[in-house]
């Protein structure tokens, strides 16, 4: 495979961490999906430096550029990954009976935009109406023909609940912890300025499958969303300096099945080295991305030589 961007479901990417070019092996593996392999040194990678990609192919790409062409398998994060949460604003007024909290319907951040108020209409023999601009719910409240507002916490719920505006954007319910035992909404309400609901967040909403990774690019640590895409739960690994433990194994094993833009070069006299020189051992698999081939090894670790077998499957 000739460029990180080819990199199949079903193959594991090993990145060695270091000041210099990285190496990038895969090794087919049917029962993982694709994980990077390093150390807590990964952070450096949050730069656009240069991959080394099998054999002499060379890509230039950011970590964010993996990322993307990773689409929900994998997102990165400068610290630890959020777990998907609804913002929310507590309106309780004074009183009995009269407080709800509205919850943003759509998990993360995008909620803190949403702004509820209630307006006292300053009219005798008003009526209850929810008005929406954008993402701002304004509730006009009723009044009675002194122009006292009238407007009971029921009846403010039940008004966001059938303004399509407003159930787009949250989801209102009584709060029972209110002062007052009927819990039932039956306190009349008092104006109240805009408030901005607040508290959303979440990495990877609507994007991140699930058993997705998310790796924090600045401690070095490996996720797991055991959530879904649309509320993302991140459970983290022991790390990547555990995984770093596995490198050499990973290695060893991405030497068994190469990949590189073009045939592989044989062992003559070591100059050039050959492909898979002192690493591919007998019997080793290397693919060429460019011409459609597969060849094996037929000569031994030290001294490789590629034999071709037919076209790549």
């Not at 060379?58 to 993996?66: F, L």
């Not at 991140?234 to 555990?242: I, Y």
């Amino acid at each position: 495979m000739g460029t990180v961007h080819k990199l199949q479901a079903g193959y594991l990417l090993g990145v060695t961490s270091g000041e210099t070019a990285t190496s990038v092996k895969q090794v087919q593996d049917a029962s993982i999906g694709a994980v990077f392999v390093g150390t807590r040194t990964f952070g450096p990678y949050l730069v656009e430096r240069s991959f080394v990609v099998g054999d002499g192919a060379t890509v230039t790409m950011s970590a964010s550029g993996i990322a993307t062409r990773f689409g929900g398998a994998l997102a990165l994060s400068a610290g630890a990954p959020e777990n998907a949460v609804r913002a929310a604003l507590l309106v309780n007024p004074a009183g009995d009976d009269n407080a709800l909290t509205f919850t943003a319907v759509a998990y993360g951040s995008e909620g803190n935009a949403i702004s509820v108020a209630y307006v006292d209409p300053a009219a005798a023999s008003a009526a209850l109406a929810v008005v929406v601009t954008h993402s701002t719910i304004q509730v006009l409240l009723a009044t009675d023909e002194g122009g006292a507002i009238t407007s009971t916490a029921a009846q403010v719920l039940a008004g966001v609940a059938a303004s399509a505006g407003a159930s787009a954007l949250v989801t209102a319910t009584l709060y029972t912890a209110d002062t007052g035992v009927a819990d039932d909404g039956s306190g009349v309400v008092t104006a109240m300025a805009q408030a901005s609901l607040e508290g959303g967040a979440g990495t990877g909403i609507n994007v991140a499958i699930k058993g997705g990774l998310c790796l924090d690019t600045t401690n070095g640590e490996l996720y797991l969303n055991s959530g879904t895409t649309a509320a993302p739960v991140w459970a983290r690994f022991a790390g990547l300096t555990a995984f770093a433990a596995t490198t050499s194994t990973v290695n060893a094993l991405s030497a068994l099945h190469m990949y590189g833009a073009g045939a592989p070069v044989d062992y003559t006299d070591g100059t050039p080295p050959a492909t898979g020189e002192g690493s591919a051992p007998k019997g080793a698999i290397y693919s060429d991305t460019t011409n459609g081939f597969v060849y094996r090894n037929s000569g031994s670790q030290a001294q490789p030589i590629w034999t071709k077998l037919g076209d790549a499957v």
